[in-house]
């Protein structure tokens, strides 16, 4: 099982960006997966997750409306569409599947000016 996280980078606070999730090893259809952020000496924050039917079923209250979870069983990939960034959305974003609980090694997001 791998999690291979990308798409991180810095943007503009009101800018957007799409991370990418490969996974190898399994299916994506196989399990729930999640997006998870962290900021330095703070616990890991659940962002979203999607079923293992393709249906997003999970989104924090301070993303609600601005994040997007989806997924490509032809890539095996999963993504979180992040729009109106903002500076509190600076973290490093992990990708977790729950069926093995493995996590990905993170893609840092820097929202600034």
């Known amino acids: 099982v791998q999690l291979v996280e990308s798409g991180g980078g810095l943007v503009q606070p009101g800018g957007s960006l799409r991370l990418s999730c490969a996974a190898s090893g399994f299916s994506i259809s196989d399990s729930a997966m999640s997006w998870y952020r962290q900021t330095p000496g703070n616990e890991r924050e659940h962002v979203a997750r999607i079923a293992s039917t393709g249906g997003p079923i999970y989104y924090a209250d301070s993303v609600k409306g601005r994040f997007a979870i989806s997924r490509d069983i032809t890539k095996n990939t999963m993504y979180l569409q992040m729009d109106s960034l903002k500076p509190d959305d600076t973290a490093v974003y992990y990708c977790?599947?729950?069926?093995?609980?493995?996590w990905g090694q993170g893609t840092q997001v820097t929202v600034s000016s």
């Open positions: 977790r599947v729950l069926l093995w609980d493995y």
